[in-house]
Nanobody, 124 residues
Framework: QVQLVESGGGLVQAGDSLRLSCTAS????????MGWFRQAPGKEREFVAA????????EYADSVKGRFTISRDNAKNTVYLQMNSLKPEDTAVYYC?????????????????WGQGTLVTVSS
């Protein structure tokens, strides 16, 4: 069974940091594009960051650029999202996703596998 499991969410104050992890199982994800998305209450799911299998290609949403860092460890089948200088507007459920076709898109419909999400709440 293919699974993506996120962890690391929680309640923090503005300015704090969190590191999210997403561990994959059930198949090899080392060649997939891996992405992070988030969905705030009452809003649509939005792209946060993506990383190619080698880590050479990385892309961020403008809203997180300079504050968030995506990385991956293919040996551990794990992708990370280091989030610094968190803001209340970063509050959302964060999802990791895998794109095995390597479409390289910010469009969530291009990602075939999804985790269950982890909640990040940033208080002001």
């Amino acid at each position: 069974q293919v699974q993506l499991v996120e962890s690391g969410g929680g309640l923090v104050q503005a300015g704090d940091s969190l590191r999210l992890s997403c561990t994959a199982s059930g198949r090899t994800f080392s060649r997939d594009v891996m992405g992070w998305f988030r969905q705030a209450p009452g809003k649509e799911r939005e792209f946060v960051a993506a990383i190619s299998w080698s880590g050479v290609l990385i892309e961020y949403a403008d809203s997180v650029k300079g504050r968030f860092t995506i990385s991956r460890d293919n040996a551990k089948n794990t992708v990370y999202l280091q989030m610094n200088s968190l803001k209340p507007e970063d509050t959302a459920v964060y999802y990791c996703a895998a794109d095995p076709l390597v479409v390289w898109s910010r469009d969530s419909t291009q990602y075939d596998y999804w985790g269950q999400g982890t909640l990040v709440t940033v208080s002001s």
